[in-house]
């Protein structure tokens, strides 16, 4: 190792502090392992690096210019003008005297000097003839110098030495490619440590949301069991309880997702006038249990059809109503309302609860799920104080706002205006579930279930068959593959968990989609949250998917439409 004392005119803007010692390393494997910290090597060009490129050629007006990183065994052109090649033997190459030292290596004639009499690129019929090279410099945090590579100038034609000025200007553009490689570096560990708490999030959800599956799986088959009106009280509040913890999960998930920029927008024509009432319809009961009465307002001059995320607009809503019955006295009122915004592509969907109301300082930050100014307030109206939050990020998401104005004791009016594309005709609308009511005969089907939690299983086998279906069960994607194999005529139905030992579930599936040109529909049944986005499983062949903890009911529709829709495409 070599130290150097830094000054206040050292060109290097990534050097440590004034007058800090800087110790420069020059044992090879310590070079070379400090390299692959930064996922260079043999990487696609980039526009940060081709711009400096251009930039050198232009002031040295030199025909050939590169950036080359160094390890071991090769030399690799992250970016260069005037070579034919990206990669280049170690041994062969003007940069490994350059990256031998901290200081820039000019060779004025290659011609003149004896010991580049054989060099590949001196020994040939058009030599290269001047040669210079500033060593790239990263440091790390104990001010230690590594040289990773240089970014040379080359010339068929003998040149002058560098002057002082121009070794400056060399020099600072090699500041810059160690500041581009920094902030490359950064952006990597950033993604990284993105997607290790996007892994981290899918397996915590799955870890909650399986055993969550097998509780409420658990009270549906109690409730078929003659019990009394005590013990359906206990169930119900049991029932509730884990909604509500299923609720925080997938708030927790959706917050995350969102401030890592995951979140996806699907886009679709949907009847608006329709999907409100059926958000409604959800908190009939609810509302009814709370002597509550909900009130439906859309006007008829308003647009209908639109192009708008149904299930975020879903999201938000439901939220929004849920929290206006909970907080709204008996005999109180709740009124989901539409009304045009002072933008004509703008509609504005109002939530108007005649509840408690909100005081002016919590009304400041109640969207801000790390700022709860009142938090016994905040607490007791939304809970983790995750879900308005969430929703305040799924509008401005989809481009639009969504704002409160409440008043103690009077109420409060949630407002969530979208900007949305209003359309003359309904072709791809989106339909509700209830108007799939054509054909309401049900169809048998033998069902292949791949899931490896016993509790799971068990409860989904009995509520499959109290619908009617019969089941083989596979307790792995492996199992999943091997049983439909030995008799693929037997199923016409597979469900498939995602994460299961041995083979999960999407393997599996791409398995079998390779294997048979015919398959029965493949809806995953999957407690893998995060990655329940339904274009993971198309992707992967399946045709839908259901996230755990479902309700039977649900599960079972879903079956009976996969059912139906195969049973006129075969």
Not at 14 to 27: E, H, M
Not at 276 to 281: E, K, P, T, Y
Not at 342 to 362: A, H, M, P, W, Y
Not at 385 to 404: F, Q, R
Request: proline content about 5%.
């Amino acid at each position: 190792m070599t130290t150097l004392i830094t000054g206040e005119n050292s060109p290097n803007p990534q050097n440590p502090p004034t007058f800090q010692p800087i110790t420069f390393v020059w044992d090879e494997t310590l070079r070379v392992k400090k390299l692959q910290e930064y996922q260079i090597m043999h990487t696609q060009p980039e526009q940060a690096f081709d711009r400096i490129v251009d930039l050198v050629k232009r002031f040295f007006a030199v025909p050939i210019v590169a950036i080359n990183f160094i390890d071991d065994t090769e030399q690799f052109a992250k970016s260069s003008i005037g070579l034919d090649e990206t990669v280049f033997p170690k041994s062969s190459t003007f940069c490994q005297e350059t990256i031998q030292g901290s200081q820039i290596v000019v060779i004025p004639d290659t011609l003149q000097r004896a010991d580049l009499a054989q060099h590949p690129f001196v020994n040939i019929e058009m030599p290269v003839r001047f040669y210079a090279g500033c060593p790239i410099i990263v440091y790390d945090n104990q001010n230690h110098g590594y040289v990773l590579g240089s970014l040379c100038i080359a010339d068929m034609q003998a040149q002058p030495d560098l002057g002082e000025n121009e070794r400056t200007i060399l020099q600072q553009f090699s500041d810059m490619i160690t500041d581009a490689l920094e902030l490359r570096l950064q952006k990597y560990k950033a993604e990284r440590a993105g997607e290790i708490k996007s892994a981290f999030l899918a397996n915590m959800s799955h870890e909650i949301r399986t055993p969550m599956n097998g509780i409420m799986g658990m009270l549906d088959l109690l409730e078929y069991m003659g019990i009394d009106e005590q013990q359906k009280d206990y169930i119900k509040y049991i029932r509730h309880s884990n909604e509500h913890l299923l609720n925080i999960v997938s708030d927790i998930l959706d917050l995350s997702k969102i401030e890592s920029g995951q979140m996806d927008f699907q886009f679709v024509p949907v009847d608006l006038k329709q999907l409100c009432s059926q958000i409604l319809a959800v908190f009939v009961a609810d509302a009814k249990a709370h002597d509550v009465q909900l009130v439906f307002d859309y006007p008829d001059d308003l647009p209908t059809l639109v192009k708008a995320d149904p299930m975020r607009v879903r999201q938000i809503l439901a939220n929004l109503v849920n929290n206006a019955i909970k907080f709204t006295p008996a005999n109180g009122t709740v009124t989901l309302r539409a009304i045009n915004c002072c933008d004509d592509c703008e509609i504005k969907l109002q939530v108007v609860d005649t509840g408690i109301g909100i005081r002016k300082e919590t009304q400041a930050v109640i969207f801000d799920a790390y700022n709860q100014a009142d938090k016994f307030t905040h607490r007791m109206y939304c809970g983790t104080g995750l879900g308005l939050s969430v929703c305040k990020a799924l509008a401005e998401g989809m481009g639009g706002t969504i704002t409160l104005d409440s008043e103690e004791g009077k109420g409060s009016t949630f407002s969530l205006c979208l900007p949305l594309e209003v359309l003359q005709n309904a072709d791809n609308l989106v339909l509700s579930d209830t108007e799939n009511t054509e054909n309401d005969e049900r169809l048998s089907a033998h069902i292949l279930l791949a899931e490896d939690n016993h509790i799971n299983a068990m409860v989904a086998i009995k509520s499959l068959k109290k619908f009617g279906y019969t089941v083989d069960l596979a307790k792995d994607g492996n199992e999943a593959v091997t049983m439909f194999s030995q008799n693929p005529q037997k199923y016409q139905m597979i469900l498939m968990d995602h994460q299961m030992p041995i083979m999960d579930g999407v393997q599996a599936t791409k398995i079998l989609k390779k294997s048979f040109h015919k398959l029965p529909p493949i809806i995953a049944v999957t407690a893998h949250a995060t990655h329940g986005d339904k274009q993971t499983y198309l992707n992967a062949g399946m045709q839908d998917y259901c996230t755990k903890p479902y309700k039977p009911e649900f599960l079972d529709k879903m079956i009976q439409s996969w059912l139906k829709k195969f049973a006129i495409i075969h």
